[in-house]
């Protein structure tokens, strides 16, 4: 894959994640609902924390490869591993995150 492609994947990783982040913010009684979601694509509001390459590495998918149709070729019990891999490491971002220096002021 191309440097834009990476890119685009990088970005669709990020995306997941905010929206994960989101997701359990606010509830009414016993259903979530989501007041509004922030795409930081380009690292203007937060840091990019996410080790890709270790995501990759853990899951034992070559970088030149999407993750997620890489999951959608896996048996139902791999995927579930890697999907739990991909939760962890998202998790530990989310955990981590920081503004960057220009935002923190």
């Known amino acids: 894959p191309t440097s834009l492609a990476k890119q685009v994947a990088k970005k669709r990783w990020l995306a997941v994640m905010a929206a994960r982040a989101v997701a359990g913010l ?17 690292g203007t509001l937060t840091v990019g924390n996410l080790d890709f390459a270790a995501m990759y590495a853990r899951s034992g998918v070559e970088r030149s490869e999407d993750i997620l149709e890489a999951m959608d ?16 490491m998202e998790e530990e971002g989310r955990r981590t995150l920081r503004l960057p220096p220009r935002a923190a002021g």
């Open 26 to 42: 606010a509830t009414v009684g016993r259903s979530k609902v989501v007041k509004g979601v922030v795409f930081d694509l380009d």
């Open 73 to 88: 070729r896996m048996s139902a019990h791999r995927r579930a591993e890697v999907a739990g891999i991909i939760e962890e």
